[in-house]
């Protein structure tokens, strides 16, 4: 068989893509926010239950510029304004302080869901911290509660990197209405892609004019630049995209719950494989399946599972691993052994192939080269 790759890019039907992109044959508008941008971004503000929403070029890019729009730190030079956030994530998280002048100081995860521990948040704060940057794990969502506390406690400022939890609710709330800001990733391997793409989703309205300046030189008509910009807008065809996967995103977190329950049913009596944790008070998108392997119990190392899968033609992929305070650019400022539970699950993690295209049979065919390992 042709090799499982631990993800697979999710696209409509290619006439309904055709179809949606025909008219930019006749207006030639491909990109400064066109109709089809415009109507991306008000079906997804209905969508997500926003009351704001800038689209950018990527999911790094919302991030890296909602932390200069809320003027938190100098991007010319470094300060020792902090944002406490986890090692726990994806290299952007901790690119887009950093690239802000700003100072991460990284926080330990739980060993159960992998967030952001919020018990060890408050010791961490300095009268240099000015935000706190929580990743929704998975899809597993962190403490909205007690970070939202500890925020208005402390008078800091709440970014969710929601990059994973597109679509979901937590206690039948959206989960891009929390914090200041939600940030979220459209990328090609998310369950809702763009082919590549972002947003920022915000309640103060006037975050949104910085954040459109951010994106587009800071130009508000043919002869007014009235701010200093970088160039971070969606195109047409991105938008276009989304337009078409929007339509079907229902279906598509169907079939991938499905793929979940086939994982479950094989994996969750195996002692010394620990699954993604159900949170009854989650509505999930089914966008990851990790599992965290014991060695000690289970007989083997996620490395010795990881080496037999590929040998197979199964792709996984050891996600998140190394730890951002373990990157070659991080690691002379910062020790990992500071954040124990991370390192551990790091060590040990292994995402599993999840798609909605992924044939059950083959989810049997994994789970049944795990039994042998």
């Not at 935000?131 to 962190?142: D, K, R, S, T």
């Not at 995402?351 to 080269?369: F, K, M, Q, R, T």
């Amino acid at each position: 068989m042709d090799k499982i790759l631990v993800t697979r890019s999710s696209m409509p039907p290619i006439d309904e893509f055709i179809d949606e992109i025909k008219e930019l044959w006749d207006s030639h508008w491909l990109t400064n926010m066109g109709v089809k941008h415009k109507q991306f971004q008000s079906e997804l503000r209905s969508y997500l239950g926003v009351k704001n929403i800038e689209l950018f070029t990527n999911g790094h890019m919302a991030l890296e510029l909602t932390l200069q729009a809320l003027g938190l730190g100098d991007v010319s030079k470094s300060s020792d304004y902090e944002v406490i956030t986890t090692p726990y994530t994806f290299a952007s998280t901790t690119h887009a302080i950093v690239r802000n002048g700003l100072k991460p100081v990284f926080c330990d995860i739980k060993q159960d869901n992998y967030t952001i521990d919020e018990d060890k948040i408050e010791a961490l704060i300095t009268d240099k911290t000015v935000a706190i940057m929580p990743v929704h794990v998975y899809g597993n969502i962190c403490n909205i509660e007690k970070i939202n506390d500890i925020a208005q406690k402390h008078n800091l400022k709440v970014i969710y990197d929601a990059a994973h939890s597109f679509g979901e609710r937590y206690k039948g709330v959206k989960v891009g209405t929390f914090g200041d800001v939600s940030c979220f990733s459209f990328h090609a391997t998310k369950v809702f892609n763009t082919i590549e793409g972002g947003a920022a989703c915000f309640n103060d309205d006037s975050l949104g004019q910085r954040l459109y300046d951010l994106k587009n030189f800071g130009i508000h008509d043919a002869e007014t630049v009235a701010a200093v910009g970088s160039n971070a807008k969606m195109n047409e065809f991105c938008a276009s995209m989304g337009i078409c996967n929007l339509r079907h995103i229902s279906e598509e977190i169907s079939k991938r719950k499905k793929v979940d329950e086939r994982y479950r049913q094989h994996l969750e009596k195996i002692d010394g494989i620990r699954l993604n944790p159900v949170d009854k008070d989650t509505e999930y998108n089914y966008a990851y399946f990790p599992i965290v392997i014991d060695e000690d119990k289970f007989g083997k190392s996620r490395d010795d599972v990881y080496e037999k899968l590929v040998s197979k033609d199964i792709i996984p992929r050891k996600y998140f691993y190394p730890l951002v305070n373990d990157f070659d650019c991080y690691k002379d400022k910062y020790d990992s052994s500071k954040t124990p539970v991370a390192k551990y699950v790091s060590d040990r993690v292994l995402a599993l192939p999840i798609y909605a295209g992924l044939e059950l049979s083959i989810v049997d065919d994994i789970c049944e080269i795990l039994g042998e390992c």
